[in-house]
């Protein structure tokens, strides 16, 4: 049987120096993506062997909100010098397959924002409507498919969150704050349907996700097992999950090892 393994990767398996927390110790570390020439991301020398030697029945698709240009520079996931076959970037809105995208993919993508109204010309006049504030430091696209603002958290007002996140789904975007970014995501993008396309694509059997934002959400439920990192947006949020998503006993860099630990179980088990 064939097992995708569908993981987001910031916050759920790899981590700044800011997210890992302080439970780890400095010569467990193994640098994963570097940035501006220092060391950005990392994961622990444990969950990257995990990883790497995840049964030979289980394929490991990364689905991230990274950009293709972000997700490049994070090579410490590849086992060797190949990238996954499959990888998931933009949040679904683009699926690279050996490294180049699927241009049908993202055409029916944009169709679909197209068609809903949900494309960034309409959205940037409601952004400045609502975030002429003190706390917005700077407004980003990521290529033509969704806005984020860089937030400076000290000044930003949590308990408006909920008020920001109705006005804005009313006209079909999603929020999620992470960290010091909001996302402002169209609704016709999602983890999950890029996920569906590769299950189909590669004939898995049996899907595991992995995640910790309010954007991984759908990808996890429509999975057959999720892991949720406990210390992420989704479990502050207080979102409602089912049954067969897991939250993290750990938290910071030592919930992506109990990820890995875990998802390495059950790809063993359903060999
Ligand atoms: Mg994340």
């Known amino acids: 049987m064939t097992v995708l393994f569908a993981s987001d990767l910031d916050q759920t398996l790899i981590y700044s120096r800011r997210s890992m927390g302080s439970e780890v110790k400095p010569e467990e570390l193994i ?14 020398e444990q969950s990257q062997s995990a990883l790497w030697e995840l049964d030979s029945n289980t394929v490991f698709v990364p ?6 240009e972000q997700y490049e520079r994070v090579t410490g996931i590849y086992e060797g010098s190949e990238p996954p076959q499959f990888a998931i970037i933009s949040n679904g809105a683009v699926i690279l397959e050996n490294g180049e ?5 993202s055409t029916d993508i944009r ?3 197209v068609s809903r109204k949900t494309v960034i010309e309409e959205l ?12 917005v430091l700077r407004v980003r696209q ?5 806005v984020y603002l860089i937030v400076d958290r000290a000044l930003f007002p949590e308990e408006k969150i909920g008020f920001y996140t109705e006005i804005f789904r009313s006209i079909g975007w999603g929020l999620s704050l992470q960290g010091r970014k909001l996302y402002f995501m169209p609704e016709s993008i999602t983890k999950a349907a890029a996920m569906e396309y ?6 898995a059997d049996y899907v595991i996700a992995a995640g910790d934002s309010l954007l991984d959400l759908d990808l996890l439920e429509s999975a057959d097992a999720g892991f949720l990192a406990a210390h992420g947006e989704a479990v502050r949020a207080d979102a409602e999950i089912s049954e067969h998503i897991i939250v993290t006993e750990e938290l910071g860099i030592k919930a992506g090892e109990e990820i890995l630990a875990k998802v390495a179980d059950l790809s063993v088990q359903s060999k």
């Not at 060391?39 to 622990?44: G, L």
């Not at 590769?198 to 004939?203: K, S, T």
């Open 124 to 135: 940037l006049p409601v952004i400045q409507q609502h975030f002429d504030e003190e706390w």
């Open 198 to 203: 590769v299950r189909d694509r590669i004939q």
């Open 142 to 146: 990521a290529e033509d498919w969704f």
């Open 111 to 113: 169709h679909q924002c």
């Open 63 to 68: 689905v991230t909100t990274r950009t293709r």
């Open 101 to 105: 995208p699927i241009k049908e993919w």
């Open 31 to 44: 640098e994963v993506e570097r940035f501006e020439g220092k060391p950005q991301s990392f994961m622990t």
